[in-house]
């Protein structure tokens, strides 16, 4: 018989493999023209030397302006049905004026039209209560596929509501 594990570790246990993600992404992004040598491979060798870069890059970089400061939002709303008894599930999208920290990565970021909207999909009830904010793992971030993997259900029956933030 499988042992359940409670939601929380699930919830740990994804978020934990999302930041792994993340992180791969961050040294392929960042890592500068001419450092990716293609001699190195896909092995150790090439993700310690990619990781060095980084690492290298970040010590020279403004790292207080990292994040910038949050700004208010007007997002555009549509209601896109109930999922359950009295769940309303709505999806929200907004202007996204993200900066790129490296300059060089401005305009291969911006020209992507995905990188220019924000979205996220909100299950709540009428009335408020604490919000779980649910952001997706590498490579993924489909908003019909991201309801479907997350104990949407599960929160709301423990009295939270819900938003999937797509990246």
Known sequence: MKKRWGIARQLILRAAAGI????????RIATPPGEN???L????????????????RYATSD???????????????????????GLIRRDLAWESRAETF??????????????RVAL???????????LAILVHGYMLGQLAVEE??????ELDALGFDTALYVL
């Open 20 to 27: 792994d993600r993340a992180v791969t992404v961050a040294v």
């Open 37 to 39: 040598d293609p001699d």
């Open 41 to 56: 491979g896909t092995g150790h060798e090439a993700r310690v030397h990619a990781l060095k870069s980084v690492e290298a």
């Open 63 to 85: 790292l207080p302006t990292f994040f910038p400061e949050p700004r208010a939002i007007e997002p555009l709303e549509r209601e896109r049905g109930a999922l359950g008894s």
């Open 102 to 115: 490296f300059p060089e990565l401005a305009v291969p970021f911006n020209s992507t039209l995905e990188n």
């Open 120 to 130: 996220a999909r909100s299950f709540a009830r009428k009335a408020p209560r604490p």
């Open 148 to 153: 479907r993997v997350w104990p949407i259900r």
